[in-house]
């Protein structure tokens, strides 16, 4: 593994400092341009294998490989490593593309595909095996596994690894030409079967798979495996920079092999390893994400609870907080895990600025003004942001009869408790001072509602006289309420760490992740935009659901729970 000081390619000592201020990718660049590799030029490419929908995880490769392109003047490219026919789709080709769109970067050019270069991937096979560097073998997946021993433990040779390279040929096309079965034989790479590095001992570059391919449908039987593919892809592409996640980094001594194998026109491609992105109370595998989906315990892989960009869109996250959370988060060379709760402050933080205030009662309580003139109706102005004072106002109907939370009346509350409760006033957001005076219940000593009696002085939620109350309160008026469903969400896994030694990290699944409730909105969201963030007031950012925009989902609560933990920590 390279040096993981920054400044580790020898920079001069004048350059020292700008170095350090750099993380360890960029400091690499920085290093290959001035000392002229590449001819200072700078290409990355962000590579999906089509099998599966995009993460927050691949949001922080996504940001670094185009991150570096920008700003070394270079060039980013979407590719996708379609090299496994069995697990891909052109459905998720079109899906990580859209959520590229999304998420606010541009690739270079049209996409491209490994699939585009199987014809001159395979030339190098043949090449491989001219030299006597691969050969076929048809020994079982299983025997080929335990031949190649384990760490501290031997390898063994396949019997076919002497064989002649004429032979070796023959059997490669006759591979391609689809004469033998599924699984019957491979091409296998002839390094060094008793390498400490497992990768190196006697790879396998090809497998046979009668598996019609999205895009070269059944031209193909047999399909390069990702570590031949990948770096070959790259050489032809011309990357300069190939950034991997660590899972990689063993990976690394083959990748360079294969590549040492072709006579380019320039200089290969050069690996470098940063730490992937785990966050609590997340798992970021795409098994376990299928899982989730398979079993029925999310709605699919945009269901709002979903780490999935789609996901998360749905939900509400602003691409731009994704974006200054992976900046936050930085580039490293150790894995760690970083709490959600950061995450979220990026996107309470972005929706704090641009979101509208509205007002949402998600527990129905029904509030009858008793001395409120019959069948009027007073226009009331609420501001929509406080943060921003362009927003203005808007104009929200007060009548007799109104919804405010259950939970915001007591019949016998404890101390400190400054909402409703018989006797005591308190302000109606932008509206009145309203005073309890009796509470109807049910059979069951339930709480059904509310009669009171408001100051018609107070007009805006302020006294003549300069009396002060404790406790302000948000409603919607019983006659103009939009009714919608309101889905709230609390962690999806209530372990930190899903999965840890070794669990299934759906035994940790939090079986009350969410709740649906039946909420009363004021008038204004009866035409919001699907996708669109507001503010409940006291309860919230929520999302208009981008199908149903009478569906919202909880984005985050107002809370900032980040800063009670970096609290915490400083205690």
């Not at 360890?24 to 030029?41: H, L, M, P, S, T």
């Not at 049209?110 to 076929?136: C, H, K, M, N, T």
Request: aromatic share 10%; charged share 30%.
């Amino acid at each position: 593994m390279p040096d993981d000081t920054p400044g580790s390619s020898n920079p001069s000592d004048e350059n020292e400092a700008e170095y350090q201020s750099l993380d360890f990718i960029r400091a690499k660049v920085e290093a290959d341009n001035e000392a002229g590799a590449y001819g200072g030029r700078v290409q990355t490419r962000f590579p999906p294998e089509p099998n599966g929908f995009l993460h927050i995880g691949h949001a922080k490769s996504i940001y670094l490989n185009f991150g570096i392109a920008d700003e070394y003047g270079g060039s980013c490219f979407l590719r996708f490593d379609d090299t496994n026919p069995e697990t891909e789709d052109i459905s998720y080709v079109a899906a990580i593309e859209e959520d590229l769109a999304w998420l606010g970067v541009k690739p270079s050019g049209p996409a491209r595909f490994a699939s585009d270069y199987f014809e001159q991937i395979y030339e190098w096979a043949e090449s491989l095996i001219e030299r006597g560097l691969a050969y076929v073998d048809d020994q079982d997946a299983e025997t080929i596994s335990e031949q190649r021993g384990g760490f501290g433990q031997p390898g063994i040779e396949s019997p076919n690894r002497d064989q002649p390279a004429e032979e070796a040929l023959g059997l490669f096309r006759q591979m391609r030409d689809g004469v033998f079965d599924d699984g019957s034989r491979v091409l296998r790479a002839r390094i060094d079967m008793q390498a400490d590095n497992m990768w190196l001992r006697d790879p396998v570059l090809y497998r046979i798979r009668r598996v019609p391919h999205h895009r070269t449908d059944d031209r193909w039987v047999i399909y390069p495996t990702y570590d031949w593919a990948h770096g070959q892809s790259d050489a032809i592409e011309g990357t300069t920079h190939s950034l991997c996640t660590l899972e990689f980094v063993d990976h690394r001594a083959l990748y360079d092999w294969c590549l040492e194998q072709l006579e380019l026109p320039h200089e290969k491609p050069n690996q470098n390893e940063f730490a992937r992105l785990n966050i609590t109370h997340t798992v970021l595998s795409k098994r376990v994400l299928r899982a989730l989906v398979e079993g029925g315990h999310v709605g699919g892989w945009d269901d709002a609870q979903m780490p999935t960009i789609r996901g998360m869109r749905r939900r509400g996250y602003p691409a731009s907080a994704i974006r200054a959370f992976v900046d936050r988060i930085g580039v490293a060379k150790t894995n760690s895990t970083v709490e959600v709760e950061l995450l979220e402050s990026f996107v309470r933080t972005e929706l704090n600025a641009s979101a509208l205030r509205r007002m949402a009662v998600l527990k129905p309580l029904k509030l009858v003004i008793t001395n409120w003139p019959d069948g009027q109706v007073v226009m009331v102005d609420a501001i929509n942001n406080p943060e921003d004072s362009e927003a203005g106002t808007r104009q929200v109907p007060f009548t007799g009869e109104l919804w405010i939370e259950q939970d915001d009346f007591m019949l016998d509350p404890p101390k400190k408790y400054f909402r409703l409760t018989p006797g005591r006033e308190v302000r109606l957001r932008a509206g009145f001072f309203v005073t309890a005076t009796e509470a109807i219940t049910d059979d069951d000593g339930n709480v059904v509602e509310v009669r009171c009696t408001y100051d018609p002085e107070t007009q805006g939620g302020q006294a003549p006289d300069g009396r002060k109350v404790k406790a302000t309160m948000h409603w919607v008026s019983a006659d103009h309420a939009v009714d919608a469903t309101v889905h709230l969400y609390d962690r999806l896994f209530a372990d930190s760490h899903p999965g840890a030694d070794g669990a299934d990290p759906l035994e940790s699944l939090n079986p009350e992740a969410k709740e649906s409730v039946s909420a009363k909105l004021e008038p204004a969201l009866a035409d919001v935009e699907p996708g669109q963030v507001v503010q409940f007031e006291r309860l919230g950012y929520f999302a208009a659901d981008l199908d149903d925009p009478k569906v919202f989902h909880r984005t985050v609560g107002l809370r900032d729970e980040w800063a009670n933990i970096q609290k915490r920590k400083k205690n």
